[in-house]
């Protein structure tokens, strides 16, 4: 985590490099969004919905409309990781349901809340996937192994 955490870093301190406001806005965004992932997955939910909080407010500034989808993934990876499963399900499905990560975390999600059918159905889903992306690079070898 502390590899992903410098190279999220290097990312945006370029970023900030960008002209316009916008752009440095798109930076900070995905910069607080890796920072949430991060502090959730370090154990620390204080420090994690003060990320999502600052995603939001530079989303709130309308700068980068097309960043808004990737918000209900952020907010949903976040309560898994907390634990709060039930939130983490609806998040996640407001979330790109096109995505096979936010398939397989859907899928993940419903194995927690107890449901493995809906799991089946999800990671199933996952497999249909054929996209040459790290989502997806991620998604499948999980999926596949949940399927059997």
Sequence with gaps: MDQAYQWYQK?????????????????????????????????NKADAEKHVAAAKAILDKGSNPQQAPFFPYLVGYVAFYAGDFK?????????????????????QTCEKLGDQAQALEYYRKALKSNAHNPPNAFARPLAKKKVG
């Design 87 to 107: 939130t983490a399900l609806g998040e996640f499905q407001k979330a790109n349901q096109n995505d096979p990560f936010i398939l397989v975390m859907i899928a």
């Design 11 to 43: 990312g945006h301190e370029a970023g900030l490099n960008e002209p316009e406001e916008k752009q440095k806005d798109l930076w900070n965004f995905r910069w607080e969004h890796a920072q949430a992932r991060i502090a959730i997955r370090r154990g």
